[in-house]
């Protein structure tokens, strides 16, 4: 099954028990992790650990056996900053995007499955990528 890079909101809906979201975004991630290796990245990481109090917590939330950690590729990079600019010009806010950017092409350029609540985003700009929605 091809790979799942999960991205941040899922996973906080999970650790933070969200009431609208929990349920469904762990029914969807635990599916998933039966079949099908889940993927993070540092953005990932570093979304996620506002949440955590200390490494040690996201450490043991996002289990390297569970999780699989992969860097960035410099051509995620580049895609990012090129679907940015095209957000931007079709008259996006200056909020912080680039990161779901950043996300989105990390999942596309690696042929991953991209499992998230941010979907209207990800299926503009990457519309090749096949998206999970809890």
Known sequence: ???VLVDSNVILDVATQDPVWAARS???LAREAETAQLIINPIIF???SVGFEGIEGLDAALPPELFRREQLPWEAAFLAGK????????GGKR???L??????AHAALAGY?????????YRTYFPGLEILVP
């Open 1 to 3: 099954m091809t790979p």
């Open 26 to 28: 762990g029914l969807l």
């Open 46 to 48: 570093a979304e996620v």
């Open 83 to 90: 679907c940015f600019l095209a957000y931007r010009r079709r």
């Open 95 to 97: 909020i912080s995007t």
């Open 99 to 104: 990161p779901d950017f950043y996300i989105g």
């Open 113 to 121: 499955r991209l499992l998230t609540r941010d979907v209207a985003r």
